[in-house]
Nanobody, 123 residues
Framework: QVQLVESGGGLVQAGGSLRLSCAAS????????MGWYRQAPGKQRELVAGITSGGNTNYADSVKGRATISRDNAKNTVYLQMNSLKPEDTAVYYCNAVLLTYLRGSLTRQEYWGQGTQVTVSS
């Protein structure tokens, strides 16, 4: 069983910063990619930022220049640093991981999601 546990959300004023963390644990052979998605009320879930095992990153246009994704492979943890936050960044942020895990004795590629953490940016 694999779990993703997020932390770091909360209420912040516009222009402020926050750092989200997501730690993966359980029966993990290796993690291919990790990322952060967000979903605002009434909107579809969207990619915020992603990072591969090799450190390649990609960002949504809406957060480029304001967000930095990083990971600690030894800790199976991914971070999202967001600066100059705007009210439109308000959403539930979800951690995502694509990884190799053992299922029924076989090494299998699976995708997992965290439970989500609320980020609210006040104007």
């Amino acid at each position: 069983q694999v779990q993703l546990v997020e932390s770091g959300g909360g209420l912040v004023q516009a222009g402020g910063s926050l750092r989200l963390s997501c730690a993966a644990s359980g029966s993990i052979f290796s993690i291919n990619a990790m990322g952060w998605y967000r979903q605002a009320p009434g909107k579809q879930r969207e990619l915020v930022a992603g990072i591969t095992s090799g450190g390649n990153t990609n960002y949504a246009d809406s957060v480029k220049g304001r967000a930095t994704i990083s990971r600690d492979n030894a800790k199976n943890t991914v971070y999202l640093q967001m600066n100059s936050l705007k009210p439109e960044d308000t959403a539930v942020y979800y951690c995502n991981a694509v990884l190799l895990t053992y299922l029924r004795g076989s090494l299998t590629r699976q995708e997992y999601w965290g439970q989500g953490t609320q980020v609210t940016v006040s104007s």
